[in-house]
């Protein structure tokens, strides 16, 4: 096994290609997780442009790549999934029937310890250091719309015919409902990044828009294009104003859902729940598979799911001194965010408090 690490412009077309490649043929290969636009070098390739400390390591087999393992790095060793804390797809993205050893594979790449939130499936070299996993929802509509919106109304009769009778309401009081898939006027990104800071403040959480790196990569991912990846900007307008919107990545066969976000003036037409519907649509009529909703409880995506995957955290070390420090520093505090997460009698308190906190502080300002 030949492993070679690069700094993301120094990434060959042909290994770039290669890795593609692997994505594309991963659903007929029984990984259709590894499909995920997270997994994809352009995703990789942008965060290198706004984090330092993105390298690829490319694990050649006969002369030929095998595996893509994407990752940050410090200085002293430490090592994170590419995008830590917006990745919603982390790993080795491979070929069927790959197997590494994670100690030289971390040795090779100068890492002590590489630590992941959203380690998908089917990553046998990380699995013995998952510590936790997560349920994440996805829409499958590779049937088609017709036959998701068949399984919507079978699981969730009620939530169904309530969101399209909200949408024909929302319709007749506004003048009109258009949908954009694939929306290019920047402005529209900025509109929905100020809902999305806006909802974070309000929520009591902290608002990723206000870290300039996530604020550049979601701009250079809106104007990434090629043909199996693209950030995708999807509207829903009432008459000619913008009342709900999402950005999120997409690949041939994957949608990834990741900053949906609308106008609170609209908030009894339900227009974020409309505008996943016309998603799916649209999606489905794209030839994708399956939206991915990413890891975490909320009530719409529970309404929306027809399945989940699982998803893991947690971090694989080697003998290494800085490994140690790591670990005893970041256990204690995942161990306690999970214990409150879990627990319903512990996380509706703490959500209670924190948008009383966001309330209380949208007011001071």
Partial sequence: MDISVYRP??????DRAAWTSLQSKAHLQGSPELANPFL????????????RGVRIAVVREDGEPAAFFPFQRTASGVGRAVGLGVSDAQGLVHRPGFVCDTRELLRACGLAVWEFDHLVAAQEPFT????????????????GYDAYLCHLRSQAPKFTRTTLAKER?????????????DERDPAVLHTLMSWKSAQYRRTGR??????????RLVQQL????????????????????PVAAHFGLRTERVLACWFPAYDPAYAKYSPGL????RMAEAAAADGIAYLDLGRGHKEYKDALKTREITVSEGWVTRRHPVAIGHRARRAPVRALRNTVQSRPELFAPADRMLKKFGRLRSHNQ
């Fill in 40 to 51: 994809s070098p352009e995703f990789t390739l942008a965060v290198g442009r706004c984090r």
């Fill in 206 to 215: 902290s608002d990723r828009f206000a870290h300039d790196w996530i604020s």
């Fill in 128 to 143: 013995a250091g998952a510590r936790r996993s997560y349920p994440s929802p996805v829409m499958d509509v590779d049937q």
């Fill in 9 to 14: 412009g120094e990434l060959t077309a042909a």
């Fill in 169 to 181: 309401r929302l319709g007749r009081d506004a003048g009109g409902v258009r949908y954009v898939h």
């Fill in 222 to 241: 809106f104007h990434t294009r090629s043909e199996p990846f693209a950030g995708i900007l999807s509207v829903l307008y009432a008459g000619d104003r």
């Fill in 274 to 277: 409309v505008l996943h519907l």
